[in-house]
């Protein structure tokens, strides 16, 4: 199955490096391009990308509100992955708070981009893990006993499994390696995921990993 790939970015340098890298593989396709991110909607719209690959810092309309404004739109949006020159950046934090499934760093080599797209597309691991929790832990807040998050999680009211499943995903673990840490089976794991992605109200597993990073359920560092 192909994933359709559209690139967000107001350079033209790291677009074309971009649609040369993605395009050479079997599996991923370039549907689309835009240069800012005032043109996501229609692009998104016409082309329909399983995956986006956003600019986190463009002039009119940055990645971070293109990213909130594609997610309020669309009932099924693409997944959004971030592209970045810096790695500790609150920007990047800010878009995967409000809605980004990743980040991708400007100069990842062409594998890094590539296996990045596909995890993904994928949807069962994330993407840089350790990043992730390293922005949490400078940009979330640290651990609270209150606030959104942690309500959020109260009232989520998940099982001591799904508790178990959520912290294991915290750590960067595919449902595969959580499967076998556990020893149960994949799809069993897969319903634990989306169970709690659903009680959560979190479009993915990145989504979920931050509120249990900014709830304190999770410790960012350490």
């Known amino acids: 199955m192909t994933t359709r790939v559209a690139i967000v970015d107001d350079e033209e340098l790291i677009r074309v490096g971009l649609r040369v890298i993605v395009g050479a593989q079997s599996d991923l396709e370039v549907v689309g391009e835009a240069a800012d991110g005032a043109e996501v909607m229609d692009m998104v719209a016409r082309t329909r990308p399983d995956v986006l690959l956003m600019d986190v810092r463009m002039p009119a309309i940055d990645g971070i509100e293109a990213t909130r404004r594609l997610l309020a739109a669309s009932a099924d949006p693409p997944r959004v992955l971030v592209v970045t020159t810096f790695e500790n950046d609150d920007y990047v934090y800010e878009a995967l708070r409000a809605g980004a499934s990743g980040f991708l760093l400007k100069r990842a080599r062409p594998p890094e981009v590539v296996e990045a797209v596909r995890v993904v597309a994928r949807g069962e691991s994330l993407v840089f893990p350790a990043a992730i929790r390293r922005l949490a832990g400078t940009y979330g807040g640290g651990p609270a006993t209150g606030g959104p998050a942690a309500d959020r999680l109260r009232r989520a009211r998940l099982t001591e499994r799904e508790e178990e499943v959520l912290r294991l995903m915290a750590t960067g673990l595919s449902n595969a390696e959580i499967a076998a840490r556990l020893v149960v089976g994949a799809e069993t794991v897969k319903t634990h995921v989306g169970n709690i ?20 359920f999770v410790s960012p560092v350490g």
């Open 197 to 216: 992605l659903t009680k959560l109200s979190a479009r993915d597993r990145t989504q979920a990993v931050i509120v249990a990073y900014e709830s304190g």
